[in-house]
């Protein structure tokens, strides 16, 4: 029979799991207080909510959101902190991958990143790929550029026009 504490932890995970758009998996073994508050501050700037809890109640309630806990349940072993990302899937891993950089810690287990399970190598991976901002820059100015081109060749034919005109007007005054 679980005890109201675990059960109330398990529903509280839940509520994360089912609200956010990724899930980190990271072991936090080795980083001392001063680190994490700034993991933990730098996160907070990406609206990711950390939470330490219990490998099996953290396993339940992936279950319990029908997502695959089985591909993560071997990597759920020894301390692990969970990241929940709420606004978007992606920059958090950008952030929490230039903090690893820094630090040599957190050691990422997996993720689940809009639903589906990732490994640690193809978190560090999408954590390269380009912003989704950027990639929506890219195909604005990939479309931009045929269509200034094409303004300027309509405007060419328009200047040639009124430089004939002009030059017919002068050489009707003189």
Known sequence: MPNTKNTQTVKEIK???AKSKSIIFT???GLNANKANELRAKM???GVELTVAKNTLLNI????EKLDAEKVKDHLKGPTLA?????DAISPLKALVE???????PVIKGAFIEKEYTTADKVLEISKLPSKEQLIAQVVWGLKAPLSGFVNVLGGSQRKLVYALSALA???QG
């Open 15 to 17: 509520e994360k799991v």
């Open 83 to 87: 990241l929940f990302s709420y606004k």
């Open 170 to 172: 002068k050489k009707k």
């Open 44 to 46: 907070l700037e990406e």
């Open 27 to 29: 072991d936090y073994k």
């Open 61 to 64: 309630a992936l279950k319990e």
């Open 99 to 105: 903090f690893i950089k820094k630090v040599e810690l």
